[in-house]
């Protein structure tokens, strides 16, 4: 049983944004996430897309010309078109690996961690489908924007799973779903400046006496859309994690997702944030 509560109660989680990816081993495959469990991840988080068949694949969708050489979506191929493909690696070559199902990362997943299903509101019923039929509803975190359309969703298809919402800059639903009929466990609070509320130690109280979570996105998608006000990762490769993931575990966040694993278990480790 995963009790995402239970595990932050001693600790700062370490979330491996689409698994630990180098070299060859592209990311959003089930080598990604192995490296990263290596690495001492508690979550893996992963994205899905799916076929014109129906078939759910592990895969970021939209980003078939980067990670595919394909101008070709994936929800518009069948799944011999999908199965065809080899991914690409970090140096642009082609690599002998095809998109992972999402089934096959379920089952290799299994037991093992928290898994962050991405891009869930895209494709809930077959998503929530998929993680029943593997018996992984404990295992499985979800989240959406912070929409009416999304709490109904959730209530009524997956009130049992482990659900956070995404809040850009302001949170306007955590004390509303907290008194609704689901799982409700926190928010993902994107912030562009240290002046929003996310970037202060009372909004963490605040959910902490209510019994909710808080997750920090120190990852980097483009310099130019901020998420933690420029505490990111890119902090630690110049010698200033304390202003990165330290700043972040400071203010009081329970979760931080990152692109570098490894050293964020090691540095929250020496400073007290992991046990």
Same mark, same amino acid.
């Given at each position: 049983?995963?009790?995402? /509560?239970?595990?932050?109660? @001693?600790? #700062? $989680? &370490? ?117 029943? /039929?593997?018996?992984?509803? @404990?295992? #499985? $975190? &979800? ?133």
């Amino acid at each position: 049983m995963f009790d995402l /509560r239970e595990m932050c109660k @001693d600790k #700062v $989680l &370490v979330a491996a944004h689409r698994g630990t990816w180098m070299g060859n081993i592209p990311c959003n495959t089930i080598m990604a996430f192995n490296a990263a469990l290596k690495a001492g991840a508690d979550i893996v988080e992963l994205d899905v897309s799916r076929s014109l068949s129906g078939t759910l694949y592990v895969f970021h969708p939209g980003t078939e010309p980067h990670y595919l050489h394909s101008e070709k979506l994936i929800a518009d191929m069948n799944d011999e078109e999908v199965q065809a493909l080899r991914l690409v690696n970090t140096d642009d070559a082609v690599t002998q690996y095809p998109v992972p199902l999402f089934d096959d990362a379920l089952e290799e997943l299994k037991g093992r961690c928290m898994i962050n299903v991405d891009k869930f509101f895209m494709y809930p019923e077959d998503i929530i489908r998929a993680i029943r /039929r593997h018996g992984m509803a @404990d295992q #499985v $975190l &979800v989240k959406s924007n912070q929409e009416e359309r999304f709490f109904d969703m959730v209530e009524q298809l997956a009130p049992d799973f482990a659900y956070m919402t995404f809040a850009r800059d302001e949170d306007h639903a955590s004390e509303r779903l907290v008194k609704r009929k689901m799982n409700y466990l926190g928010a993902e609070a994107l912030f562009r400046t240290e002046q929003s509320e996310f970037a202060t130690p009372a909004y963490h109280e605040k959910m902490h006496r209510m019994g909710l979570l808080t997750w920090a996105n120190a990852i980097v998608f483009n310099y130019k859309t901020v998420h933690s006000a420029g505490h990111t990762d890119d902090l630690y490769t110049m010698d200033r994690a304390d202003d990165g993931w330290g700043y972040l575990a400071r203010l009081g966040y329970n979760m931080i997702q990152t692109d570098w694993v490894a050293p964020c278990v090691a540095y929250l480790k020496e400073n007290g944030w992991r046990g």
